[in-house]
């Protein structure tokens, strides 16, 4: 499939280098060499064109001999040596005058000159007879001995080819495109007629094969695809592929054609369409959906719709908070993750299955607020107030990762219905349905969690249909490092073949996918991923690797080396054999593929070719991307149809605490970027103008009432006066506990929660921001006093 020009004929090239240094001294000149070699090889091939001609004469004489003893007499042969005779002894310039005896056939004897036996007619006619049997002999020779000469020069020409060739001993094969085509052809063949048997004899395995693949997928037998031209190997679709080549090498190219085959068989496909190439060559309204929220096509979708217990949410958790290429889950995204689904589950329970309601209760509602909703759950430790710092950091993970949930819109009464992967999965109907994951990527920085919870979703979604060795789905990844880990992608990869999956990942670079998935796991998809399309790639470590796809392979090799001298014994040719493990292809040659041009490699012991994609026009049947005109986050409304108001968002009211408390230092509202100890006067220094911005009110309810009591103005006016409030309310809590130091505050199941102590005989606290107070001195500055060695604040849980 050689085409012409340098980049293809494989010609070689003789190429001056510029890090030449000039002429380099030689112990013989160019003429000496070249003649001693030329001697050489003349020798040489005269020993081999001696051969045939020996051979050739001795059949000659052979057959002359055979002759002449069956076809002449002996008075015949007698004039003949005499004519030679007579030719001889004219040649030396004999006297030609000279009389001789000649016996004739009528043994009659007459005396002539030496000169006239040529002429006498008895002579010439024995002559004649003598020619003609020498011309018959050697016609004879011609006919046995031409055959067996070019058989010779045959046999030497391949011997010497053949001892000069890499042979190959063991390893990998790269060969021929028809080579690989018709060992494909019959393999799949003879599995048709195997598999036609087991389903109904009476089908003919070539009529079949003729019949459309749709047909052919009904009748229970597979029609397999085409990848790069040649015909996958009978049912190895589900190995798995991957595609390799940096951008516009050709595997949007390869995707769209597999694309192409899944509609005409009647498959379903899952896209991750990062350029939206795909929607617009295949999008169908009727029976394709598009999930991007950027995307007004995008039906309404929430992770209620596909979560159906504790597990569902733990896997979705899982994919929408990743911890890209560590080898530990680290503990601020587990903790995000724990946190995601305990609410998720109770707001579940609730009835609050919506985006709303998890960026309500979740994202915008305050740490109190959701504490109170994670209580008695293996959440309530992470959300605790008395933790606040830590509690707050762990929102902030799952913010940042989750945020994108926001403008998910929930289902209308007027909108398009509400999308379940789970629901479309299960549909048995063979209509090709195609899912479109799509981005764009400028939004991919805000989408690239939620598309990655998606296809998570589609790839569990498969697998928990029921085993089968038909092809259901394929699931394609144009850039499958573009997304954040996928935790589904590995084990589905093990898995999805015996549930009818087929996976074909693209990637541009292996340090990109070792990045996402480390370098462990980059390997681990690699080897899951059997179907190898390896196309021009733009980086020496990549090429490196596909190299190795392609495979090494021992081979034999001839050295030949010649040795001469002024004497012709020192003439000679030396072979040496020597053994050696190369690669099939090299790097340099991946780096530098045309366009389109690449190589393929099967499973299952097929060898590798050099293929060459065609490029197809699919002509655009939708919009790539039509952008939501107006993108906001979606709005939370509860039940009841009124908007709640929760803690922390301007309401106080139906807020229920356990019991009086003051807000304990543990919770410092610090920005979590803040290290404990750096620019601590800012948070312990009483001259402060935005203290209020970071303190919590007090409670300043005694116990067993009912009624929460106002901040007294004098508090909200200042610092002082917040302090002298918080005096009042720390000399309601003392009386109300009969003067008995507060060390903690009851919390459900007997639970103690450790909190600042305070010491009413003193008159000295500290607030939650860390200021102190002493009631002789007011409030402790610069130069406060360290606080008594009996006094025990408690652990500060957070720092």
Not at 351 to 364: E, K, P, V, Y
Not at 523 to 552: H, M, Q, W, Y
Not at 671 to 699: C, I, K, M, Q, W
């Amino acid at each position: 499939m050689r085409e012409r020009g340098i980049r293809f004929d494989g010609r070689p090239a003789t190429v001056r280098h510029h890090s030449a240094r000039g002429k380099v001294v030689r112990n013989a000149g160019h003429f000496t060499r070249g003649s001693q070699l030329l001697t050489h090889e003349v020798l040489m091939t005269w020993q081999g064109v001696k051969l045939p001609l020996v051979i050739g004469f001795f059949v000659f004489s052979i057959l002359a001999s055979l002759i002449l003893t069956f076809h002449m007499e002996d008075h015949e042969i007698q004039l003949v040596l005499m004519k030679l005779y007579a030719l001889a002894w004219e040649a030396v310039d004999f006297d030609p005058h000279h009389a001789i005896n000649l016996t004739l056939p009528s043994d009659r004897m007459i005396c002539i000159p030496m000169g006239a036996v040529p002429y006498n007619g008895a002579v010439r006619v024995a002559w004649d007879k003598a020619l003609r049997c020498l011309m018959a002999a050697g016609i004879g020779a011609t006919f046995l001995t031409v055959p067996l000469t070019i058989w010779f020069v045959d046999i030497s020409r391949r011997r010497g080819l053949e001892i000069l060739k890499e042979r190959h001993e063991r390893g990998a094969m790269l060969v021929d495109r028809a080579v690989l085509l018709r060992e494909i052809a019959d393999h799949n063949h003879a599995e048709l007629v195997r598999e036609l048997a087991a389903i109904d004899p009476s089908l003919d395995a070539h009529r079949v094969a003729k019949i459309a693949p749709a047909r052919r997928i009904a009748l229970g037998v597979p029609a397999p695809y085409d990848m790069a031209g040649l015909p996958y190997p009978w049912r190895l679709e589900q190995s798995h592929a991957m595609l390799i080549g940096t951008t516009g090498a050709g595997k949007t190219t390869q995707l769209r054609d597999l694309v192409r085959q899944a509609r005409l068989r009647g498959h379903r496909c899952v896209i991750f369409d990062l350029t939206g190439a795909f929607v617009e060559a295949f999008y169908d309204q009727a029976r394709d959906h598009i999930l991007n929220p950027m995307d007004e096509r995008c039906p309404p979708w929430t992770v209620f719709n596909d979560c159906e217990n504790y597990a569902d949410f733990t896997a979705a958790a899982a994919a929408l908070i990743p911890s890209d290429g560590a080898s530990a889950e680290p503990f601020w995204a587990m903790a995000a993750r724990t946190l995601f689904v305990e609410m998720c589950v109770r707001l579940a329970a609730d009835g609050l299955t919506s985006n709303g309601a998890i960026a309500h209760h979740l994202m915008h509602a305050d740490l109190s607020a959701v504490h109170r909703m994670l209580e008695n759950t293996i959440a309530d430790p992470l959300t605790a107030t008395q933790a606040a710092r830590m509690a707050e950091s762990i929102r902030a993970v799952f913010n940042t990762n989750a945020q994108v949930l926001r403008f998910l819109p929930d289902p209308t009464e007027d909108g398009l219905p509400p999308f379940s992967i789970n629901r479309w999965m299960r549909e048995e109907r063979r209509d090709g349905s195609i899912l479109f994951i799509t981005s764009t990527h400028t939004d991919l920085t805000l989408n690239r969690a939620l598309l990655t919870l998606w296809m998570d979703m589609a790839v569990n979604a498969l697998m928990r249909l029921d085993r089968t060795r038909d092809l259901r789905t394929w699931f394609l990844f144009d850039e499958v490092h573009a997304l954040h880990r996928l935790p589904a992608i590995e084990h589905g990869l093990q898995t999805a073949r015996a549930f009818g999956g087929a996976f074909v990942l693209g990637m541009h670079s292996f340090d990109k996918l070792a990045e996402t998935y480390g370098e462990q796991g980059a390997i681990n998809l690699a080897g899951l991923a059997r179907t190898k399309l390896i196309l021009t790639t733009g980086d020496p470590e990549t090429a490196r690797v596909c190299s190795e796809f392609i495979g090494d392979r021992e081979v034999r090799e001839m050295d030949e080396a010649y040795s001469y001298g002024y004497n012709n014994t020192r003439d000679a040719s030396t072979l040496t054999p020597r053994t050696d493990v190369k690669p099939l292809v090299l790097p340099a040659d991946i780096m530098n593929l045309p366009t389109l041009y690449g190589f393929l490699k099967f499973p299952d012991g097929f060898p590798a070719t050099r293929v060459r994609l065609e490029w197809r026009h699919y002509p655009e049947v939708a919009e790539p991307y039509r952008r939501r005109m107006t993108l906001t986050p979606v709005a939370w409304v509860p039940p009841g149809g009124q908007k709640e108001a929760v803690e922390g968002e301007g309401s106080t009211e139906n807020v229920a605490r356990a019991d009086p408390t003051i807000e304990e230092a543990g919770s410092d509202r610090r920005p979590s970027a803040l290290p404990r100890g750096a620019n601590e006067d800012l948070f312990t220094t009483g001259d402060r103008g935005d203290v209020g911005a970071h303190e919590r009110e007090a409670d300043t309810r005694a116990p067993g009432e009912g009624a929460r009591q106002e901040p007294s103005p004098t508090a909200a006016s200042g610092l002082v006066g917040r302090i002298g409030a918080m005096r009042t309310q720390a000399g309601a809590e003392a009386r109300a506990v009969g003067g008995q130091r507060l060390t903690g505050q009851s919390r459900p199941g007997g639970a103690s929660v450790p909190r600042k102590a305070t010491n009413p005989t003193s008159g000295e606290r500290e607030d939650q921001l860390g200021f102190g107070y002493d009631e002789r001195q007011g409030p402790r500055g610069g130069n406060e006093q360290p606080p008594s060695p009996d006094r025990d604040d408690g652990p500060q849980l957070g720092e």
